[in-house]
Protein backbone atom coordinates (compact mmCIF):
# COMPACT_ATOMS: atom_id res chain seq x y z
CA UNK A 1 0.00 0.00 0.00
CA UNK A 2 1.43 3.25 -0.95
CA UNK A 3 -0.11 6.38 2.06
CA UNK A 4 0.14 10.00 1.18
CA UNK A 5 1.07 10.91 5.07
CA UNK A 6 1.19 14.65 4.43
CA UNK A 7 -2.58 14.62 3.13
CA UNK A 8 -3.65 11.21 4.52
CA UNK A 9 -4.65 9.57 1.54
CA UNK A 10 -4.42 6.18 0.05
CA UNK A 11 -2.46 6.41 -3.21
CA UNK A 12 -2.76 2.44 -4.17
CA UNK A 13 -3.96 -0.38 -2.36
CA UNK A 14 -2.24 -2.91 -4.52
CA UNK A 15 1.09 -1.64 -6.05
CA UNK A 16 3.22 -3.66 -7.97
CA UNK A 17 7.08 -3.19 -7.36
CA UNK A 18 9.36 -3.95 -10.58
CA UNK A 19 12.12 -5.64 -9.86
CA UNK A 20 13.66 -7.82 -12.26
CA UNK A 21 15.47 -6.88 -15.45
CA UNK A 22 12.69 -7.37 -17.71
CA UNK A 23 9.87 -6.26 -15.36
CA UNK A 24 11.63 -3.02 -15.20
CA UNK A 25 12.34 -2.93 -19.01
CA UNK A 26 8.45 -3.86 -19.72
CA UNK A 27 7.13 -1.70 -17.25
CA UNK A 28 3.28 -0.68 -18.09
CA UNK A 29 3.89 -1.35 -22.09
CA UNK A 30 0.90 -3.60 -22.82
CA UNK A 31 -0.68 -3.25 -18.88
CA UNK A 32 -3.73 -1.29 -18.09
CA UNK A 33 -3.53 -1.35 -14.00
CA UNK A 34 -6.12 -3.96 -14.13
CA UNK A 35 -4.29 -6.66 -11.47
CA UNK A 36 -2.47 -3.45 -9.66
CA UNK A 37 -3.22 0.53 -8.98
CA UNK A 38 0.51 1.57 -8.80
CA UNK A 39 3.88 0.26 -10.64
CA UNK A 40 6.73 1.06 -8.50
CA UNK A 41 10.77 1.00 -9.67
CA UNK A 42 13.35 1.52 -7.13
CA UNK A 43 16.41 2.53 -7.66
CA UNK A 44 15.29 4.61 -10.88
CA UNK A 45 14.87 8.37 -12.01
CA UNK A 46 14.21 8.16 -15.15
CA UNK A 47 11.16 6.53 -16.95
CA UNK A 48 9.66 6.42 -20.81
CA UNK A 49 6.64 5.95 -21.93
CA UNK A 50 7.94 4.54 -25.51
CA UNK A 51 5.39 1.61 -26.65
CA UNK A 52 2.88 2.37 -24.16
CA UNK A 53 -0.92 2.44 -24.95
CA UNK A 54 -2.24 4.72 -22.20
CA UNK A 55 -1.56 8.10 -20.75
CA UNK A 56 -0.36 7.69 -17.10
CA UNK A 57 0.27 10.09 -14.06
CA UNK A 58 4.24 9.82 -12.48
CA UNK A 59 5.29 10.58 -9.23
CA UNK A 60 9.05 10.96 -8.55
CA UNK A 61 10.60 10.61 -4.68
CA UNK A 62 13.33 11.24 -3.32
CA UNK A 63 15.44 9.11 -0.08
CA UNK A 64 13.28 10.75 2.31
CA UNK A 65 10.14 9.77 0.42
CA UNK A 66 9.30 13.25 -0.37
CA UNK A 67 7.73 13.74 -3.82
CA UNK A 68 10.30 15.66 -5.62
CA UNK A 69 8.83 15.73 -9.42
CA UNK A 70 5.41 14.68 -10.62
CA UNK A 71 4.13 14.85 -14.16
CA UNK A 72 0.23 14.58 -14.62
CA UNK A 73 -1.38 12.54 -17.46
CA UNK A 74 1.91 11.78 -19.17
CA UNK A 75 1.03 10.10 -23.08
CA UNK A 76 2.73 7.14 -24.86
CA UNK A 77 5.59 7.43 -26.80
CA UNK A 78 7.83 10.38 -24.55
CA UNK A 79 11.69 9.01 -24.57
CA UNK A 80 13.17 10.76 -21.28
CA UNK A 81 11.46 11.64 -18.19
CA UNK A 82 14.21 12.29 -15.45
CA UNK A 83 13.94 13.76 -12.22
CA UNK A 84 17.60 14.15 -11.06
CA UNK A 85 16.75 13.94 -7.07
CA UNK A 86 14.84 10.87 -7.23
CA UNK A 87 15.40 7.59 -6.28
CA UNK A 88 12.15 5.96 -7.04
CA UNK A 89 9.39 6.36 -9.06
CA UNK A 90 5.68 5.42 -8.86
CA UNK A 91 3.35 5.21 -12.07
CA UNK A 92 -0.26 5.72 -11.15
CA UNK A 93 -3.56 5.57 -13.25
CA UNK A 94 -4.16 9.06 -14.81
CA UNK A 95 -5.98 11.11 -12.85
CA UNK A 96 -4.54 9.76 -9.27
CA UNK A 97 -2.46 12.65 -8.50
CA UNK A 98 -5.25 15.08 -9.24
CA UNK A 99 -7.65 12.80 -6.94
CA UNK A 100 -5.50 12.32 -4.80
CA UNK A 101 -4.53 15.88 -4.65
CA UNK A 102 -0.64 14.85 -4.20
CA UNK A 103 1.78 18.15 -4.79
CA UNK A 104 5.77 18.34 -4.30
CA UNK A 105 7.12 18.38 -0.83
CA UNK A 106 4.22 15.47 -0.18
CA UNK A 107 5.43 12.81 1.99
CA UNK A 108 5.00 8.87 1.03
CA UNK A 109 5.25 5.95 2.66
CA UNK A 110 5.96 3.48 -0.40
CA UNK A 111 5.77 0.46 2.00
CA UNK A 112 2.77 0.58 4.30
CA UNK A 113 1.63 -2.13 6.14
CA UNK A 114 -2.16 -3.05 7.18
CA UNK A 115 -3.24 -5.73 9.92
CA UNK A 116 -5.65 -8.08 8.23
CA UNK A 117 -8.21 -6.41 10.25
CA UNK A 118 -7.54 -3.60 9.29
CA UNK A 119 -7.25 -4.14 5.98
CA UNK A 120 -11.09 -5.01 5.73
CA UNK A 121 -12.55 -2.34 7.24
CA UNK A 122 -10.46 0.32 5.11
CA UNK A 123 -11.93 -1.88 2.22
CA UNK A 124 -15.21 -1.02 3.36
CA UNK A 125 -14.38 2.87 4.05
CA UNK A 126 -14.87 2.42 7.64
CA UNK A 127 -11.76 3.47 10.44
CA UNK A 128 -13.50 3.56 13.80
CA UNK A 129 -9.89 2.69 15.65
CA UNK A 130 -6.42 3.81 15.83
CA UNK A 131 -4.69 0.48 15.24
CA UNK A 132 -3.29 0.74 12.10
CA UNK A 133 -0.44 -0.86 11.65
CA UNK A 134 2.55 1.10 8.96
CA UNK A 135 6.11 -0.14 8.69
CA UNK A 136 8.76 1.85 8.46
CA UNK A 137 8.28 3.69 11.78
CA UNK A 138 5.66 6.17 10.05
CA UNK A 139 3.27 7.44 12.13
CA UNK A 140 -0.27 5.79 11.39
CA UNK A 141 -3.02 7.09 8.89
CA UNK A 142 -6.25 7.55 10.58
CA UNK A 143 -9.45 9.24 11.18
CA UNK A 144 -11.98 10.98 9.29
CA UNK A 145 -10.14 12.81 6.90
CA UNK A 146 -8.55 9.92 5.45
CA UNK A 147 -9.92 9.61 1.65
CA UNK A 148 -9.28 6.53 -0.37
CA UNK A 149 -8.54 6.70 -3.88
CA UNK A 150 -9.80 3.60 -6.05
CA UNK A 151 -11.10 3.41 -9.60
CA UNK A 152 -11.15 6.81 -10.22
CA UNK A 153 -13.64 8.21 -7.24
CA UNK A 154 -12.61 10.13 -4.02
CA UNK A 155 -14.71 8.75 -0.88
CA UNK A 156 -14.37 10.36 2.50
CA UNK A 157 -14.28 7.76 5.29
CA UNK A 158 -17.03 9.88 6.67
CA UNK A 159 -19.71 9.01 4.16
CA UNK A 160 -20.10 5.32 4.61
Known sequence: MIINLTKKKILAQNPKAARSFAERGRGMIGRNFEN???????????????LMSITIDVLFVNRDNVVCELRKSLK???????????????ELPQGAIEKSETKI??????????????????????????????????PPVIGDK???IKNGNTTHASEK
Open 36 to 50: FDAMVFDRCNCIHTL
Open 76 to 90: PWRPFIRSGKAISVI
Open 105 to 138: GDVLNLNAEVTQEREEELKQKILSTPEVAISMNC
Open 146 to 148: LEF
